[in-house]
């Protein structure tokens, strides 16, 4: 495998202009084991079995800055003899510019649809393999294959084993073993990751390779890299196993991190940095999801909501409790920032994976209640309503709430202004008018009576002699 990636690197640097392009196989933007791990080796696949005259090439969706950060990739990868400097990162493949050239062919893996900001690649998508929720449209130039299972490198090895076996070689068959091995918690069923598909080509693998190492014992090694958090800053932690999601005036991060929430909320002047976060990669609001273990064993999970805004932070808190498909048994914990709410998660069941859906669901809900009101910017203005105390926002001194109204720099060299708005005068004040707290007026209260306007409005237009 590592001659085929070596030889990615070569096609892509010396890429002629009458060369057909490149079959490239990209893995999903959190990055994680698991995405990598499929793109390397369906690619791999791909070059020993495709007829096509265009160069299968596995991408790694992340920079290559940001690759130390994953550390349970690098440690399978040099467990497994192969180098991290042949891997090709997103940074350093335009595959825009390839589409435009009519040279790129896609295979997503680990994630069936594009995020908005590919959205001019779809035309080049001829292959999806995924074990997520379904969300893509059918079309009959892409061949797609969606199952729920624990690892999207399961539905990678069935692949391979059914149409080419051969490919199947010893470090070929490690990666794939210790990314199903870990996805799956090592095929714990109380852990509520593992299928029958999933446990049928873990034992697959070992019976082919039985100088694979010990299950357990590779599980109890990537997860302790996995969880290594030594030395990492906030922002890194954020960043190491992260994925996004958008709608109408609103993008929020969604992150997992490896320790308790305890020990994360006491990180010094965490608020501080997670405003700092926001403002930097423009989210309105983060959802961070922490996973830690008792007695090595029983899988322990806790969640915090950030957001500067009251009306976000209030809005994807209500959603969350509230859902029910799957219902995530939200408690409350006590938090030591106003801007952060902190919950035990009471069903431990429910990863990343399955909140990601409940969180789309709301975003498309607030598009089609912006649209039915007639005007993104009553949401905007109702956001200001709810934090009065943030005073008048300019085109130079916009926080990271605002980021939505003002076009986002395209060069990535410009630096952010970071500073922090200034304390409204009225805070300093004796007899302030929000000592006895914000209004009482909820969002469902105010759309509502969005509503009635827009009913009103139409009554007015169909009667005789409407306007």
Excluded: W
């Amino acid at each position: 495998m590592e001659c085929f990636i070596r030889s990615c690197r070569a096609v892509l640097k010396g890429a002629a202009e009458k060369s057909p392009g490149v079959h490239v196989v990209l893995g999903n933007e959190a990055c994680d084991l698991d995405s990598m791990v499929s793109a390397l080796t369906f690619a791999y696949f791909l070059s020993k079995t495709s007829g096509s005259e265009r160069t299968p090439v596995p991408v790694l969706n992340i920079p290559r800055a940001e690759f130390p950060l994953r550390t349970d990739s690098a440690f399978l990868l040099r467990e497994s003899g192969l180098p991290q400097d042949v891997l090709v990162f997103r940074d350093e493949i335009d595959l825009l510019g390839l589409h435009r050239a009519g040279k790129l062919a896609l295979t997503l893996v680990d994630h069936n649809v594009l995020p908005s900001a590919d959205s001019d690649l779809e035309e080049s998508v001829v292959e999806v393999i995924d074990h997520h929720l379904l969300e893509r449209v059918p079309s009959p130039s892409c061949l797609v294959t969606v199952e729920t299972v624990g690892s999207c490198a399961t539905l990678v090895t069935e692949r391979i084993v059914q149409k080419s076996p051969e490919v199947l070689d010893r470090q070929v068959a490690q990666l794939l073993y210790g990314t199903i091995v870990l996805d799956c918690v090592n095929m714990a069923p109380e852990a509520g990751k593992v299928t029958p598909k999933d446990s049928k080509y873990a034992i697959l693998l070992e019976q082919r390779f039985p100088d694979l190492p010990p299950r357990s014992a590779l599980f109890q090694s990537l997860q302790s890299a996995k969880f290594d958090m030594s030395g990492l800053t906030t922002e890194q932690m954020l960043l190491k196993d992260l994925k996004v999601a958008s709608g109408a005036d609103l993008k929020l991060a969604v992150s997992v991190i490896y320790m308790t929430l305890e020990a994360f909320l006491q990180r010094q002047c965490l608020q501080q940095e997670l405003c700092e976060f926001c403002h930097k990669h423009h989210y309105s609001l983060v959802v961070i999801m922490t996973i830690s273990f008792k007695d090595k064993k029983e899988v322990f999970r806790q969640m915090a909501i950030y957001s500067s805004s009251t009306l976000y932070r209030e809005e994807m808190s209500q959603v969350l409790e509230n859902a029910h498909n799957p219902c995530l048994n939200l408690s409350p914990m006590s938090s030591p920032y106003d801007e952060i709410k902190a919950y035990l998660q009471g069903n431990t069941l429910a990863s990343r994976k399955k909140v990601i859906p409940i969180i789309k669901d709301f975003l498309k809900d607030r598009e089609r209640r912006a649209v039915h009101c007639g005007n993104l910017e009553d949401l905007l203005a109702l956001e200001d309503q709810f934090n009065p105390s943030r005073g008048p926002v300019t085109d130079d001194d916009a926080g990271p709430q605002h980021h939505h109204r003002r076009p986002v720099a395209e060069d990535p060299g410009m630096e952010e202004d970071s500073r922090v708005p200034p304390t409204p005068m009225n805070s300093l004040v004796e007899g302030c008018p929000l000592d006895s707290g914000l209004p009482r007026v909820s969002a469902e209260a105010v759309l509502e009576r969005f509503r009635e306007v827009s009913d009103k409005d139409m009554t007015e237009n169909k009667a005789p002699g409407g306007k």
